[in-house]
C-alpha cells in the first residue's frame, strides 16, 4: 500500500493513500483515537484563532479537535452539527453538502437549542481537514441561520486546492493524487 508521510504539530503520520474513485486519491488522515495528533494540533489551531465565543464542528471526526480546543480555551460548550434529525430536535435548522470522501449529498442538522447559544456569537468552525469545503460552507449557513458571527475556520489539514485559501486557518497542506 502507498503511504504519504506528513508532519502536524511535531507529530509524524504515514498515511494511507486511498482510492476515492477511477482518478481520484487521497491520504487518509483519521483523527479519531489519535490522542496525541488531536492534542497537538489542537495548541496549535489555538495559537492561530482570533477571540471566539463559542466553536462548532460536523459530526464526526472534527469531535475530538473541537473538544480539545474548547478545553484549552475554557469554554463550557461546543456545538456539533448532527448528519441527521434527532427525536429530541424542535425546530432544526438543515442545510446539505457533498464532501469529498462521502461523495454524496448528505444533511447537516442543527437543534434549536444549539441555534440559540449561537445567536449574535463570535463563532469559530472547527475539522479536521478542509477539502472542497462544501461541509464547512454548509456550517456557516447555519450559524448565519443561527444569528451567528463566524469569525473564523480551521482545521488541521487543507486539502488540495484548499491550501490556497485566505479565509481558513491551517496547520499544513495535504495533496491530492488526480490520475
Known amino acids: 500500500m502507498k503511504k504519504y508521510c506528513i508532519e502536524v504539530a511535531g507529530v509524524k503520520r504515514e498515511l494511507p493513500i486511498i482510492q476515492i474513485n477511477d482518478n481520484l486519491s487521497i491520504a487518509s488522515f483519521v483523527i479519531i483515537g489519535d490522542t496525541e495528533i488531536v492534542c497537538a494540533s489542537a495548541k496549535e489551531i489555538v495559537k492561530r484563532m482570533p477571540d471566539v465565543d463559542m466553536i462548532i464542528t460536523a459530526e464526526a471526526k472534527g469531535i475530538p479537535l473541537t473538544f480539545e480546543i474548547s478545553r484549552l480555551l475554557n469554554m463550557k460548550k461546543y456545538i456539533v452539527a448532527r448528519k ?49 469545503g462544501e461541509s464547512l460552507s454548509a456550517i456557516e449557513r447555519l450559524v448565519e441561520a443561527a444569528g451567528g458571527i ?18 481558513i486557518i491551517f496547520l499544513e497542506a495535504l495533496p491530492i493524487f488526480e490520475e
Open 84 to 132: 441527521s434529525i434527532k427525536p429530541y430536535m424542535e425546530s432544526p435548522i438543515i442545510d446539505e453538502a457533498v464532501s469529498i470522501t462521502t461523495q454524496k449529498k448528505q444533511i447537516l442538522v442543527l437543534d434549536n437549542q444549539d441555534a440559540l447559544e449561537l445567536k449574535g456569537k463570535r463563532v469559530a468552525i472547527i475539522d479536521d481537514v478542509i477539502s472542497t
Open 150 to 167: 463566524v469569525v473564523a475556520k480551521a482545521a488541521i489539514l487543507a486539502e488540495g486546492k484548499a491550501k490556497l485559501r485566505k479565509d
